[in-house]
C-alpha cells in the first residue's frame, strides 16, 4: 500500500505540474496568437502588388491614348493617376508604412518614387492639354521600375518575416505538443495513484470491517462458555418471532455454585460452566428464535418462543431437570441444582430487556424461598422488590433516627416458673410503613451489608440495658451469619460488655444453624473466641435447618433451642413430644440446656412438664416489650405456677 504521506506529496507535485503546464499553455496560445496577428499585419507583399498593377494600367491608357487619342484612355489614365496618388498616400500609414521605415533605401526609393509620380500632377490633371505625350509616356517609365522595386523588397520582407512567424509558431506548437503529453501524462499518473490509492483504502476498509466483526464477537460473547453475553441480548432480534408466539425468558442461577468453586477451585468452577452451558445449548436447539446467553458468574438467560404458558413452563422445569443431571469433570462426577424465574410476554409486550428483568426478578424470590424450583413472575413480585428497596434505603438512617431498638422477651425456667433471661429482638417502627418485622427487615440488613451495624446497635444496647435488670437475669441477642463473616464480632462484644459493665456471663449469643453452613472453619474460630470469654453460645431454631447433625459435634453448644414448629402442634399428636424428648436425651449428652420457643398455650406447658425440659419461652410467658415494660414484669417477681397461668393469654 502506497504510504499515505507519499500519496499526498506525489499528488501535490502532480497538481503543480498540472497548474504550470496550465499556465505555460495559456502563455503559448497567446504568443501564437500574437504571431497570427504579425503575420496579418505584414502581409506587405499583396499591398505592394495593388500599386504596380495600377501604374501599369496607367502606363497602358496613356500610350493607348498617345496613339489613339480617345477620350476614354484619357479619362481611364487620369482616373488610375489619382487612385495611384491615393495608393500612394495609404502606403505611408500602418503596416506599410512599417515596412518602408525598416530600411532607409526603402524610404529613399518611395519618397523619390513619390515626388516623381507627384510631378505629373498637372500633366495628369487634364491630358488632353499635354503637348508630347511620347515625351510624357518616356518621363513615366521610371514610375514602374521604382514600385517594382519596392515591389520586390516587400515581397522578400513579407517572406522573411513570414519565415520568422512560421518558426515561431513551429516552437510553440513544439512546445504546446510538449505541454499536452506532460498534462496527459500526469493526468494519467494521477489516475493511476488515485487507482492505487482506492485499492489501498478498499483493502483497509475490508480490515477495519473485520476487526469491527472480531470485536463485536468479542464484545458480545462470553470468553468462557462463547455464548452470547448480556450485551448479545440487547441485540435480541424481534423479528424471528413467528405471529402469536410468546416471548418466554427463563433466567438460571445455579444453586450452590460458590460452594463448587470454594470447595474444588475455580478452575473446576469453569469447567462446570462449559458443561452446563453445552447442555442449555443443546436444549434452545431445536426452538424456534432459541437464545441463550451468560450474564456472568453462574447466571444463563434462555430466550425462547411458546405456544402458551404450559409449554414456558414445560420448557422451564426440563431446563432444571437437564441442567440438574450429573456433570463428569476431571474423571469425577458432580451434582449442582439450579434456580429459574420464567417471564411470558405476548405481541403487545415484547421487550425482550423487560422480560429479562422480570425473569431475574422471579429467580431472585424463588432463591429466597424455594430453591430448585422454577417460578413465574408476576406483578406483585415487583411490589416485594420495590418495598424491599424502600426498606433497604430506609435502613440506613434508622437507627440514627431511633426507629430500630431492642424489645425483650422473657425466658422462664420451666421448673420454677421463674424469669432467667431475656431474648434481645429488634423492633422497626417506620415512620409511614409502621412495625417493620425483623424476619422482613434482618435479610435485607444481610443482603444489603448493613447487619453488622444494627448487629452491633442489638448487643451494645441490649449489654446497657441488662444492666436495668437483675443479675441474675441473662440477656441473649441474636447474630447473624454475616455479621460473623464480616468480622469485628469479638471485639464489637468486648466494647460492649466493657462500656456497659455488663459480665461476660449474662450475655447469650444465638445463631441459626445456617452459619456453619457458609465458612464452618471461620465461623466456629469467631464462636470459640466469644465462648472463651465467659459467653454463652446457643444454636437458635433447632431442627429446621439440615438433616446433618453433623455440627453439633463440631462445636461445643451451650443451649439449643428448639423451634417453635416443634412445639405447635404439641397436644395434638405424639410426634412433636418425641421429637423434643429425642433432642433432650442429645442434648443432656452433649452438655446442652434446651430452650423451647414458641409455647403460647397452659396446654403445651403441661405436656413439656412431662419432659425434662429447662427453659421456655413464648407468648403464654410475655411478647417482646420495651426494656421498661419487661424490668417492670421482672421486678414483679416469677410469674404463676403454670395450670394458674392466664397471664398473657395469647392474642394471635
Ligand atoms: P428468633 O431469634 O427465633 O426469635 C424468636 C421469634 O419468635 C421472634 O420473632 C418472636 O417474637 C417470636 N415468638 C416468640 N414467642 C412466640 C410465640 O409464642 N409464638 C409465635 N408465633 N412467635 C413467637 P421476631 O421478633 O419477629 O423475630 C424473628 C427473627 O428475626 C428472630 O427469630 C431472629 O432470627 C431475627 N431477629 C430478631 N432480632 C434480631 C437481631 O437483633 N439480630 C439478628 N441477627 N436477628 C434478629
Ligand atoms: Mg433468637
Ligand atoms: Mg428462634
Keep these: ?65 498617345a496613339a489613339l487619342r480617345l477620350p476614354a484612355d484619357a479619362e481611364s489614365a487620369e482616373l488610375y493617376y489619382q487612385i495611384l496618388l491615393g495608393r500612394l498616400d495609404s502606403w505611408n500609414v500602418g503596416g506599410y508604412r512599417e515596412f518602408l521605415d525598416s530600411s532607409p533605401a526603402n524610404r529613399e526609393t518611395f519618397d523619390r518614387l513619390r515626388l516623381l509620380v507627384e510631378s505629373f500632377e498637372t500633366e495628369f490633371s487634364d491630358l488632353s492639354q499635354v503637348a508630347s505625350l511620347s515625351d510624357l509616356l518616356e518621363a513615366w517609365r521610371p514610375v514602374g521600375p521604382a514600385i517594382d522595386q519596392l515591389g520586390a523588397e516587400a515581397t522578400t520582407s513579407a517572406v522573411s518575416k513570414a519565415a520568422e512567424i512560421r518558426e515561431t509558431l513551429t516552437g510553440r506548437q513544439e512546445v504546446q505538443n510538449y505541454l499536452v503529453v506532460t498534462l496527459l501524462g500526469a493526468g494519467l499518473l494521477l489516475l493511476v495513484l488515485l487507482l492505487l ?21 468479542v464484545a458480545s460473547h462470553d470468553p468462557l462458555t462463547g455464548l452470547p453475553n448480556r450485551n448479545a441480548l440487547t441485540a435480541y432480534n424481534k423479528t424471528d418471532r413467528p405471529i402469536g408466539h410468546l416471548l418466554a425468558v427463563v433466567a438460571l442461577d445455579l444453586d450452590g455454585f460458590k460452594q463448587v468453586n470454594d470447595t474444588w477451585s475455580h478452575l473446576f468452577g469453569d469447567k462446570l460452566l462449559v458443561q452446563v452451558a453445552q447442555r442449555l445449548r443443546a436444549l434452545i436447539r431445536d426452538q424456534p428464535g432459541g437464545l441463550v446467553a451468560r450474564l456472568g458468574g453462574d447466571e444463563f438467560v434462555i430466550m425462547t418462543q411458546s405456544q402458551n404458558l404450559l409449554d414456558a413452563q414445560a420448557f422451564a422445569e426440563n431446563v432444571l431437570v437437564e441442567v440438574s443431571q450429573p456433570y463428569e469433570i476431571d474423571g469425577g462426577k458432580i451434582t449442582i441444582g439450579a434456580t429459574a424465574g420464567l417471564a411470558l410476554a405476548d405481541d403487545q409486550r415484547w421487550d425482550a430487556m423487560t422480560l429479562m428483568a422480570d425473569a431475574d426478578l422471579a429467580q431472585n424470590d424463588a432463591k429466597l424461598s424455594s430453591k430448585g424450583s422454577v417460578r413465574l413472575y408476576n406483578a406483585t413480585l415487583r411490589q416485594g422488590v420495590e418495598r424491599r428497596l424502600r426498606l433497604e434505603n430506609a435502613l440506613r438512617d434508622a437507627i440514627g433516627r431511633g426507629e430500630i431498638v431492642p424489645n425483650y422477651q422473657v425466658q422462664v425456667d420451666l421448673r420454677t416458673n421463674g424469669i432467667v433471661g431475656v431474648e434481645a429482638l429488634a423492633r422497626w417502627q417506620h415512620p409511614e410503613l409502621g412495625a417493620v418485622s425483623p424476619a422482613e427487615f434482618i435479610p435485607i440488613a444481610e443482603a444489603s451489608g448493613q447487619i453488622a451495624h444494627i448487629g452491633r446497635y442489638m448487643i451494645e444496647q441490649a449489654c446497657r440495658d441488662a444492666m436495668l435488670l437483675p443479675d441474675d437475669i441473662h440477656v ?36 441459626t444453624e445456617s452459619v456453619l453452613m457458609v465458612n464452618p472453619k471461620r465461623v466456629i474460630e469467631v464462636l470459640e473466641g ?63 440446656k434446651v430452650i423451647v420457643e414458641g409455647i403460647e398455650t397452659c396446654k403445651q406447658v403441661q405436656l413439656l412438664e412431662r419432659t425434662d425440659c429447662d427453659i421456655g419461652q413464648g407468648f403464654l410467658f410475655g411478647r417482646p416489650e420495651p426494656i421498661d415494660t419487661v424490668r417492670a414484669t421482672i421486678s414483679k417477681g416469677r410469674v404463676p405456677a403454670v395450670p394458674a397461668i392466664r397471664i398473657v393469654e395469647p392474642t394471635t
Design 1 to 65: 500500500m502506497l504510504p499515505l504521506v507519499w500519496f499526498r506529496q506525489l499528488v501535490l507535485v502532480i497538481v503543480a505540474v498540472l497548474g504550470i503546464s496550465a499556465v505555460l499553455h495559456a502563455r503559448v496560445v497567446q504568443d501564437s496568437a500574437d504571431a497570427v496577428n504579425r503575420s496579418m499585419r505584414f502581409d506587405v507583399s499583396w499591398i505592394g502588388a495593388h500599386g504596380r498593377i495600377e501604374a501599369a494600367q496607367l502606363e497602358v491608357y496613356l500610350a493607348r491614348y
Design 197 to 217: 490509492q482506492n485499492r489501498s483504502l478498499w483493502r483497509a476498509h475490508a480490515d477495519t470491517r473485520r476487526v469491527a466483526d472480531d470485536f463485536a464477537y
Design 476 to 511: 441473649a441477642v441474636n447474630l447473624s451469619v454475616i455479621q460473623i463473616m464480616q468480622g469485628e464480632v469479638i471485639e464489637t462484644v468486648e466494647n460492649a460488655l466493657r462500656n456497659s459493665g455488663l459480665p461476660a456471663q449474662r450475655l447469650k449469643l444465638e445463631v
Design 530 to 592: 466469644l465462648r472463651a470469654r465467659g459467653i454463652a453460645i446457643a444454636l437458635d431454631d433447632f431442627g429446621t435447618g439440615f438433616s446433618s447433625l453433623s455440627y453439633l459435634s463440631t462445636f461445643r453448644w451451650d443451649e439449643l433451642k428448639i423451634d417453635r414448629s416443634f412445639v405447635k402442634n404439641l397436644g395434638e399428636d405424639t410426634l412433636g413430644l418425641a421429637i423434643i424428648e429425642a433432642i433432650l436425651v442429645m442434648a443432656k449428652e452433649l452438655g446442652a
